[in-house]
Nanobody, 124 residues
């Protein structure tokens, strides 16, 4: 089992930045591709970003490309999402997820473990 705990969410103004963290316990993340998803009120969960187990390859949703950066530190068993130039439409609960021995995947069903989420609110 892998337990994932997100942190770093909060309230930020338009154009601001936040850095989300996802700390894992139970197993090392080195064999897991990792992803970030988000869910806004009344909307379905949507893909944000993903990174391979080694961290060498990343993939982003078009809506966040150029503004968000996913990274990982396997020594710390932690994945990050740096979010810059935030917009009101980025407001959502952000979830991290782990996919065992998989490559990049933007599909929520491809992930084996999920965190509880952290709220990000961008005010205008």
């Amino acid at each position: 089992q892998v337990q994932l705990v997100e942190s770093g969410g909060g309230l930020v103004q338009v154009g601001g930045s936040l850095r989300l963290s996802c700390a894992a316990s139970g197993r090392t993340l080195s064999s897991y591709a990792m992803g970030w998803f988000r869910q806004a009120p009344g909307k379905e969960r949507e893909f944000v970003a993903t990174i391979t187990w080694g961290g060498g390859t990343t993939y982003y949703a078009d809506s966040v490309k150029g503004r968000f950066t996913i990274s990982r530190d396997n020594a710390k068993n932690t994945v990050y999402l740096q979010m810059n130039s935030l917009k009101p439409e980025d407001t959502a609960v952000y979830y991290c997820a782990a996919a065992y021995l998989k490559g990049l995947t933007a599909v929520a069903g491809g992930y084996d473990y999920w965190g509880q989420g952290t709220q990000v609110t961008v005010s205008s």
